[in-house]
């Protein structure tokens, strides 16, 4: 594979608003980034795809077109896939990462499908029992943002796993967000130490013990308001807790765009005004507009997998694009293998002590 450029599996067929979203938003990647930057290996039918790329000649250009008959449905399960479906377009772009050929995969697919094909196809980073979905959601001021994790891959977490999400989104926050020694929190019901469960009282205490020789900046307990306020710069949580965050900032954001709007069609005086602040609109557009985060990767696995959200748009898969590109670009991934063992005496003392 060219380090130059980098090469990208897509899953054409994922998604809501099915393979037309995707090719626009690969053509509008290569209109904003240049022809040379990444090139795309597509998976799909290629009947229905030869056809939408008469409209995309650029995209034509930049990609291998590989026939993919059938799709992953939503009532379909793994092993299933594994036994009977190899010829989807999901399973068959995560199986060219794993073979070397690919340095990414994205999808709009199931959620699920995706991760648990990725974990069983790509496997693990060497000291990390877990992988964990997670992305930037908005925070603090300007274009600030937060590492949460996970955002619900594993429902059921102990402090073990927790612990290796605070590996794994310390190096996301340094190495994607440029956040030196970020503050990370563990995300609680409250900030003060006998808050929560069992769990979390155990992991906040052997963190708060050794926080000296942590490569991040310890916090303690944070709570949900914290992540909008910029108190924090990561979040860990387990996938059931991150979820309903997650679906709480996107409903929040469409909230606020509504509320704006129909207020705006009330007042021809909101309008003027509207006229004056159309750059406070447009960045506050930027920050809480879910296309802007452009999805979630798989943290922790030995190949990159990118799920962008299944109602996507051109805009929010030419994100998705970007963001992959350039966290393929990153030693990402050995360097959360060099934190973990760094780390290994650390996460022992939680194993001694439980």
């Known amino acids: 594979m060219s380090e130059e450029k980098k090469i990208i599996a897509i899953d054409a067929m994922g998604g809501d608003k099915g393979p037309n979203a995707v090719l626009g938003g690969i053509n509008q990647y290569l209109y904003q980034n240049g022809e040379n930057s990444v090139h795309f290996r597509v998976f799909g039918d290629e009947k229905v795809l030869r056809k939408l790329l008469a409209k995309y000649p650029r995209v034509a250009r930049n990609i291998d077109l590989i026939h993919a008959p059938n799709v992953i449905k939503g009532t379909d399960k793994v092993m299933d896939v594994l036994r009977h479906a190899q010829d989807t377009s999901m399973y068959?772009?995560?199986?060219?990462?794993?073979?070397?050929?690919?340095?990414?995969?994205?999808?709009?697919?199931?959620?699920?499908?995706?991760?648990?094909?990725?974990k069983l196809a790509l496997k693990t980073i060497d000291g990390i029992a877990r992988p964990a979905i997670t992305t930037m959601l908005?925070?603090?001021?300007?274009?600030?943002?937060?590492?949460?994790?996970?955002?619900?891959?594993?429902?059921?977490c102990d402090e073990n796993i927790l612990f290796d999400f605070a590996v794994l989104g310390s190096v996301y926050a340094e190495v994607v967000g440029h956040m030196?020694?970020?503050?990370?929190?563990?995300?609680?019901?409250?900030?003060?130490?006998?808050?929560?469960?069992?769990?979390?009282?155990?992991l906040n205490k052997i963190l708060s013990e050794n926080k000296d020789s942590l490569p991040y900046e310890y916090i303690g307990f944070v709570e949900a308001n914290d992540i909008s306020a910029g108190r924090v710069q990561v979040v860990v949580t387990d996938g059931f807790t991150g979820n309903i965050v997650l679906k709480t900032v996107e409903g929040t954001a469409k909230l606020i765009k509504r509320v704006i709007v129909e207020n705006f069609k009330k007042s021809i005086l909101a309008i003027i005004g509207a006229f004056f602040l159309v750059h406070v609109f447009k960045r506050l557009k930027h920050k809480i507009d879910p296309r802007s985060?452009?999805?979630?990767?798989?943290?922790?696995?030995?190949?990159?997998?990118?799920?962008?959200?299944g109602n996507s748009d051109a805009l929010a898969f030419a994100n998705s694009i970007k963001y992959a590109a350039d966290l393929t670009k990153a030693n990402l991934n050995g360097l959360i293998e060099e934190r973990a063992k760094a780390l290994s005496d650390i996460r022992a003392k939680l194993q001694e002590t439980e």
């Open 92 to 118: 068959m772009a995560i199986k060219d990462v794993r073979e070397g050929n690919s340095a990414a995969v994205i999808s709009a697919g199931n959620t699920g499908m995706l991760m648990s094909l990725s």
């Open 138 to 156: 908005p925070s603090g001021a300007g274009d600030d943002r937060v590492v949460v994790l996970d955002l619900g891959a594993n429902v059921h």
């Open 180 to 202: 030196p020694k970020p503050k990370l929190g563990v995300l609680n019901i409250g900030s003060e130490e006998t808050k929560g469960n069992e769990t979390l009282v155990h």
């Open 293 to 309: 985060y452009a999805g979630a990767t798989f943290l922790g696995l030995r190949g990159f997998a990118f799920k962008t959200y």
